[in-house]
């Protein structure tokens, strides 16, 4: 069970506060089931990334009734703004990466969803990646956990419609539990009640994070300059799945700055002393 | 939790037992995307009552890699030849019909399949009608149950394909659940799966960490030396929540050996030089 603030309206706000984030789509009709699977259960936030084709008839025809979802829908250039204000992000993904990240499954995430929506007052957004190849390691690697929907590993292949029906269907059934059930039954003892201090920070602060984290990685000669990819995405996924709250963030930040500031004046690397933290 | 008969080969057996039965089906397309839901979700029983148009090109094209379903399918003339040889039928229907029948959602229905299944030697049929008005009231008269997906009430028209998805997925929770984990409890299944590359640090090995960190935020000029125990509680919580791994544990503790050669190097604070990273 989530545990709702006793005057939280869960009809009116906790389904908007999940945005459907979708990269790259080639083919304008996966748009159009997309919003229909959205608005069939109740999900009304399509963010579209740089889409192939879009508004398109196709889009329109697919949409049927939800076509008012692609008319309200966000077109963005870039993941970063799609994400700007978003608290928690999810990634679907149907395969492994070399790095192992955390895994839900769609009915545990739309739990984690629900839960996240109702005890933070940030957005959460779920991102579905090209029609061929998914999300990049990099889009990857922006997420807080990666959802899998369980398949016959003999065929595997869900269309991304299929998978957003999938999703946005656990979502509502989630959404539902903690909708009708307020007094709660067995799964409020499965969801960690989130009380904390300080607000998380939101994402798009977090990348400013690990800019600034990367500058000192160098500034002290920490950094393997010839493959600093594989550590700074273990560092990355590490933060990913703490979540920062706001103190904590700060206090990372200054310290940041406090090397940044030491080795400036002792500057032994000349390429670190080119690069301000902000 | 579905109890199985101790000698029952729930891998091979089960989900073999269920024939989904599409009902006048108008779109050829509509079988090719039922085809496909179905195979990823490990279903591969499909049967067709007298379909408008079938075999047909954009059935074909739709079903993917799940060609070889529909070269399966059944084709028949009536329902009646359809449930040949079947003990439990399943409607799906969105509407309630003036004679109220026993209702199940898709989880529910899902679970009671599983059951079924497990506990008849008969086979289970799921019914699914015409895509412009589903199933006569003659059809869904024929059924045990009727089956509904909870939908938004101000939109709730799942198409053909869609609600097909959401079923036969519906269907693989409940059989993976009773296949994976017969003595299982609800718990388990909510816990996120870690399968993670690199094994977790000892708590004493992070009060290391902990002294070490300290050290590097005095040496750099970070840690209020007048109150150092809040900051260092809150990075202390921190990374208790987080659980290093020790990858990421040798990363760390690499940075700080970095950070404090750099100090030394420079050394504006006499204090820190008295003090060894080890």
Redesign the interface.
Known sequence: MVALPPDFDVNETLLSRIRIVMVHTTHPGNIG?AA??M????LSRLYLVRPEHFPHADATALA???ADLLDKAVVVDSLDEALQGVGWVVGTSARLRH??W???????AA?QVVTECAGHHLDVAILFGREDRGLTNEELQRCH?HLE????P??????V??AM??VC?EI??AW?AANTRPDGD??Q??LPRVEWDEPLVSQDLMQQFYQHMEQV?RA???LDVEHPGP?LV??QR?FQ??R?DR??YN?FR??FK??L???N??A?HQSSQQRNPR
Chains 1, 2 share one sequence.
């Open positions: 089931s229909r699977a608005k069939t259960m109740g049927s009734g939800a790095i192992p955390p895994r839900l499954d769609a009915r545990q739990l956990v929907i369980p398949t016959n003999d065929y595997s292949v869900l269309n419609a299929a029906q999938v269907y509502r059934m539902l067995a799964v003892m499965l990685f002290v000669g920490f550590m273990r560092m590490l799945r703490t920062l103190l904590e206090l200054g310290f406090d090397v500031k030491m080795t004046r002792n032994p």
